[in-house]
């Protein structure tokens, strides 16, 4: 029975999600001008969809690859950030490969185009305030961590009574064994963003027409919002595993300390936030804008 709950979870998780994004889609129809060659735009489209695609696969079976890695647990961890970071590579690839103005006759147009021009507010903000929880909660939990019977260092939490008679040394507790190897992924996945970012505002537009113009700005957004999606997920489905067995350590020491209880509940309450973020950015990841001709 152990794994049927885990597995129906995440059934209904995905549920939710893909209701989430047909609402999201509902809600994002933009009106463009009519006419244009809109050929080039078509082509664009195409290739950046395969590239993600291709891109989300390899994320997923280097994911698949990671988790069978345990690594007292570090791979199962790190499983999430991998899939994000294939899907970053898979987005970058498809923006590398638009294509570019061709034909006889070329303009370039005399705008200033910027990253937030095009991210989308709620999810970037969202985002920073994942990243900014995870590390200061990597950070206490590195502080306080102590090494286990081997001599690793960074996987227990140690408690002593108050009477300083018992000791108690309880894991694993995501302390700097597990730390390290979480920041370094997702300080990989930031910069990647950010390239990924970079290329969807710096890349040249395929028509200088109004409908063109208009619905490049549709794929643009919605580049830079697939961008948001996959680091937020690389951000919140791992806080969410950290705090959920950070919890369970502390719960298990509340005999040592009276505080653990209530920074377990606090553990728990951050577990559901970063849940209900990746719910959100998987939605993110499913939907997409309509667009219509006005």
Known sequence: ???????????????????????????????????????????????LLWARLAGLAA?????????SWNGLGRGPMLAAPVLGIGLLLGTLAGELAAPRPHGPIRGASLEIRRARDYLPGFSARLAGALTLVTVLLLSV????????????????????????????VTGPWPGWFYAW????????????????????VQRGRPGLDAAARAVDDVQRAHSARVVTAAYGLCVALPLAGVAVVAAGVLFRQSDFAGWTTPAAFGLLGIAVFAAGSAIWYLAELLSRPIIRAS
């Open 59 to 67: 994320g997923l079976a280097a994911s698949w690859f990671v988790s």
């Open 141 to 168: 939990t590195s502080v306080t961590a102590s090494a286990d019977d081997l001599g690793r260092a960074g996987r227990e939490l140690a408690m002593t009574s108050p009477d300083g008679t018992v000791r108690s």
């Open 1 to 47: 029975m152990g794994p049927v709950i885990p597995l129906t979870l995440a059934v209904l998780l995905m549920l939710v999600a893909a209701l989430l994004a047909v609402l999201i889609s509902l809600s994002r129809v933009v009106s463009v001008p009519a006419g244009g060659d809109l050929s080039v735009l078509r082509v664009t489209t195409t290739r």
């Open 181 to 200: 190897p979480m920041l370094a992924v997702l300080a990989t996945a930031f910069l990647l963003s950010a390239l990924v970012v970079h290329r969807v």
